[in-house]
């Protein structure tokens, strides 16, 4: 169960762009409010226009079953209407979620029957219903509080006027310097009240809107479900963190009501935002809401399954979510932060809903660790084996070309021919040497198959063969076959696989390493003439056997193994040809 922890009002005043009279006056949200209020008026009037026409039209004609067409074409306008009228609460900065894609209903009944059934279907009818009343109601106090400024702070053109004179019963009133200061001050007061009307409209409306024209829970739930489920594929299948990120931050801020949603480190590093229509983080001492508070780090962050509501200045609220790792990985995740308009409140199962979302950043961040712990190790042990390649084959092969060329110098003047044989074993073991150092050059440099190509990289590890081990190689190795990276990739290690156990397992003197192709097909086969194995035994080489095959497999070919005791092994891989591949790949 998620707690949601009340953060309360911060130690210092939040709101001290309030501070002087003119405050509500210079807030840009009193300008959105009264944008509204003049927008409310035509708005209602146009919808229940629409509205009446429509139903009208029905009941008129229902003895003639036109009717039942306009009774549902109103219950489509009130549902369609909805969808404007939550446009338009936008002004006020009110957003709604965006509506998740619904599920076949059975055509037009059941849509009829799903949208009688939701309850939002008649709370948004009742938004159209009040809309005009009550936009008419506020007209008439603004009208009365905007005549009473531009009497006020007219009052030096008018009352000053002689041409105009002021009759009250048989008294003609004709005001002096210090009545037209008050009433210039009354002017500017009402101006002052206007505004904090203004302000206070804003927020009844704002309030109206996102209890009436809101979603339902279980439309909130099912948008909450497809973005989990786009979350968690992100997750599984990204490969990149900062895109990965980008996209929780999108799918928490289109499957909620928040404004704007980020993820920050915990030392206040932001690692993904997703700020909808607002602009760029300003400085803290702008207008509106603070939206420095997104980034930053926090004094007091929430403990892990909290969320933490915080009021901010001018009615706004943030909520901070833990991004959670496990306890092996170690250190602190950081947040995700939801910036949330004036008068909306997220719910418990909104923050829920982002607690989720959070988890799966953590889960993308500790993905990553692993993966680089992994390659860290994966390097390791990649220095490990070259070490003892190294120390087992060159190494060897140049403590052996120094005792062969010690041995020819002492003996240059007195033995020519103990000589002469040094010096060939000294270039044998160097020409062996130069082969092992290419063998193991290749075996680094994964793009080494892609340059030189299946035959090229099958004749050097056939060379790395027979120098090392002393095996004889009969390489039938002629043009390059028509096949696509991946499956010469595959064709190599399995080559390379077999020819190790080859070495390892069967005792062989010789081997015979073959590539050929046909219309269809590419071939590689290798045999040897070592003592050979119960191919249906279990534990004889399982492990390298079943890695082949799966090789085989992912290059859409087929792995074939035949052997038999003192007979030897014949291994032989089966793969697709795919023509024109082989000079694709080869081209620069």
Known sequence: ?????????????????????????????TYRAAAYVLLSVPAGALVAALLTATVLGGVLTLPVLVGALFLIAALWLVTALGDVQRALTGVLGVRFARAAPGLSSGGLLGWLGATLAEPATYRTLLFHVIQLPLGLICWVVLAALLAAVVLGLGAPLWALNTSVPLVWNEWTLRPGPLAITGLMLTGAGALIVTAGVLNLMGRMWTRLGAALLAQDAAEAARREVIALRRAAGRVALGDDLHATLRDLT???????????????????????????????????????????????????????GEASLTPLRGGAALATLPVTLPASAGGDGGTLRALYAPGTRPGADELAFLLSIADHAGTALHATQLIERAGARAGELERARLARELHDSVAQALYGITLGAKTARATLERDPDRTRQSLEYTIRLAEGGVSEMKALLFS????????????????????????????????????????????????????????????????ARAVWL???????????????????????????????????????????????????ADQGTLVTLTLPRTPGAADSGSAP
Do not use: W
């Open 250 to 304: 999108v799918q928490a801020r289109e499957a909620s009501t928040a404004d704007a949603v980020v993820l920050v480190t915990a030392d206040g590093t932001l690692l993904a935002q997703d700020l909808g229509f607002l602009p760029d983080l300003p400085g803290p001492g702008a207008a509106g809401p603070d939206l420095t508070a997104l980034a930053g780090p926090l004094t007091r962050p929430p403990a892990p």
């Open 1 to 29: 169960m998620i707690r949601v922890m009340d953060q309360g009002r911060p130690p210092q005043p939040t709101r001290p762009a309030r501070a002087h009279v003119l405050a509500e006056l210079l807030d840009p949200s």
């Open 444 to 507: 680094l440099r994964p793009d080494a198959l892609e340059e030189g190509g299946l035959i090229a990289a099958l004749t050097q590890h056939a060379h790395a063969l027979e120098a090392r081990h002393g095996l004889t190689v009969h390489a039938d190795l002629r043009e390059e076959p028509d096949l696509s990276p991946d499956a010469q990739a595959a064709a190599y290690r399995v080559a390379q696989e077999a020819l190790h156990n080859t070495v390892k397992h069967a005792r």
């Open 514 to 564: 073959s590539v050929t192709q046909d219309a269809a097909h590419v071939t590689l086969s290798v045999r040897d003439d070592g003592r050979g194995f119960d191919v249906n035994a279990q534990g004889r080489g399982t492990l390298g056997q079943r890695s082949m095959r799966e090789r085989a497999a992912g290059a859409g070919g087929t792995l074939l193994v035949r052997s038999a």
